[in-house]
Nanobody, 126 residues
Framework: QVQLVESGGGLVQAGGSLRLSCAAS????????MGWFRQAPGKEREFVAT????????SYVDSVKGRFTITRDNARKTVDLQMNALKPEDTAVYYC???????????????????WGQGTQVTVSS
């Protein structure tokens, strides 16, 4: 079992930065791939970024490449999402997720993840 708690959301102006953090409990954090997803009102949950269990493989949705960076610290059991150059269209509830996923394709699919946090709101004003 893994429990996930996100933090770091808030209100920021366009062009600004936020750093989201996801803290995990459980002894097997280092065995799980981690992902960040987001959901805007009236829209489906969208893949944002993912990182493999080892931390060596990362992937991003095209719309955030070059602006967002996902990192993890297996010793501290955390995964962060550094978000720079934020745009109004980044506004959403952001969720972190954990799953025993071995391929990049699987790690980009929300339905493949076993554990989810409660979400943190990110609002970017224009």
């Amino acid at each position: 079992q893994v429990q996930l708690v996100e933090s770091g959301g808030g209100l920021v102006q366009a062009g600004g930065s936020l750093r989201l953090s996801c803290a995990a409990s459980g002894r097997t954090f280092s065995e799980y791939a981690m992902g960040w997803f987001r959901q805007a009102p009236g829209k489906e949950r969208e893949f944002v970024a993912t990182i493999s269990a080892s931390g060596l493989v990362r992937s991003y949705v095209d719309s955030v490449k070059g602006r967002f960076t996902i990192t993890r610290d297996n010793a501290r059991k955390t995964v962060d999402l550094q978000m720079n150059a934020l745009k109004p269209e980044d506004t959403a509830v952001y969720y972190c997720a954990a799953g025993d996923l071995r391929t990049t394709q699987a790690r980009s699919q929300a339905r493949k993840y076993n554990y989810w946090g409660q979400g943190t709101q990110v609002t970017v004003s224009s």
